[in-house]
């Protein structure tokens, strides 16, 4: 059994699961008009974590040394707040880290940042840099895949605790913006210069995010909480940027996790969401084939934006903890759907007394992920 022990989430909405999901329930979005973004010409519509109290808080857990960035910072933080919940001595040999980082320090190839040491560069020297904080001796799982990366650690720790060398593992995704990740974006055209409007006729893009957030998994039984099933990764190779036109490799995700499964036990299916229409013409498409029309869709994107190697973790901590309290999220602006992909797309809070959710992740170069969970 590998059930969800602690947890937490940094971001634009707070520094505590309970801040992000209370801002989540009253439909309040981080997600602000930022101009002079980093002194980049365009201005950037994102949600950014709050630097001055991160560094704050990270000053408070009397860090060795000042040799970490602020990714590392709100890593740290993030691991710490989740293991408050359970106590739990991270030093123990039983313990093992899975970091989670799409872009890691990639503001550092920028020539003008000298003032870090150039080793930040590599994500394994990040994870080390968290795992050593806490104590633990083990070397650290990194992963690093698109945008699944987030859902692909969970399924890496699910395996881990399965194998039984391990009583915990500490999930952590994290990614920070920077004007290469925000350059990259308005390259490909994505970004909105709006508040994205996932699923909605008139979506014109995706909003960035930053976001640091934990899950600690562990396999012993007398845990009641939230339990990771069963996950499954598909790729459709389809193209390095756009998503398969027939939802490929998202239809063949879900129908692997869901083989056996009672779909009329399905509270929701949190779905990617990103507001570009080609990302959510696809998991419409895959939903459709998958014959999960009639079951409660929503996007988080609207609050966080998308957090990249954080998102995978960010939005199933928000939607272990709707499962637990019996409601479905709501997707903020959708309005009026494509005709002919129509979802149930829940478009205000609502209860549900059902056991199980779906979070669905598609990335980059046809990479697709999705996880079930069930009340325990």
């Not at 602690?6 to 209370?22: P, Q, R, V, W, Y």
């Not at 960035?69 to 093992?96: F, G, H, N, W, Y």
């Not at 409007?197 to 396999?219: K, M, Q, V, W």
């Not at 959708?334 to 669905?360: H, W």
Request: aromatic share 8%; with cysteine; charged share 20%.
């Amino acid at each position: 059994m590998v059930v969800q022990v602690g947890d937490n989430i940094i971001s634009a909405l707070g520094f505590t699961t309970a801040e992000n999901f209370d801002a989540v329930k009253a439909g309040r979005s981080g997600i602000r008009l930022h101009e002079n973004y980093r002194g980049m010409l365009e201005p950037l519509c994102g949600a950014l974590i709050d630097a001055e109290q991160a560094e704050r808080r990270f000053a408070e857990l009397q860090p060795p040394s000042d040799d970490y960035t602020m990714l590392e910072k709100v890593a740290i933080l993030s691991v710490a707040a989740a293991r408050r919940q359970e106590d739990i001595d991270l030093a123990r040999p039983d313990v093992l880290f899975v970091f989670s980082s799409t872009k890691g320090n990639v503001y550092l190839l920028d020539e003008t940042e000298r003032d870090v040491c150039r080793e930040h560069l590599f994500l394994w020297h990040s994870a080390g840099l968290v795992a050593d904080f806490f104590g633990n001796p083990n070397e650290p799982i990194v992963i690093s895949n698109a945008c699944i990366s987030g859902s692909s650690a969970q399924l890496a720790a699910a395996r881990a605790l399965e194998s039984g060398a391990y009583k915990y593992v500490v999930v952590t995704g994290v990614d920070m913006l920077s004007r290469f990740i925000v350059a990259g974006f308005q390259s490909l055209k994505a970004l909105s210069a709006e508040r994205c409007r996932p699923f909605d006729r008139a979506h014109c893009g995706l909003n960035l995010g930053e976001a640091a957030s934990t899950i600690i998994y562990s396999n012993a039984e007398y845990y009641e909480g939230v339990r990771f099933l069963v996950g499954a990764i598909r790729n459709d190779a389809n193209h390095i940027s756009g998503p398969s036109r027939t939802g490929e490799g998202a239809f063949r995700a879900l129908e692997a996790v869901l083989a056996g499964i009672d779909i009329n036990k399905l509270s929701f299916i949190n779905t990617h969401g990103t507001a570009t229409v080609y990302n959510d013409r696809m998991e419409a498409i895959a939903l459709t084939r998958a014959g999960l029309n009639a079951v409660p869709v929503n996007s988080l994107k609207e609050y966080f934006g998308h957090t990249l190697g954080a998102a995978g973790i960010v939005e199933t901590v928000i939607a272990s903890h709707a499962l637990r309290n019996g409601i479905i999220l709501p997707t903020l602006s959708c309005m009026e759907q494509e005709p002919d992909t129509p979802l149930n797309i829940c478009t205000r809070q609502q209860p549900s007394d059902k056991k199980y959710f779906v979070k669905m992740l598609s990335g980059f170069g046809g990479c697709n992920a999705a996880l079930l969970f069930g009340k325990n």
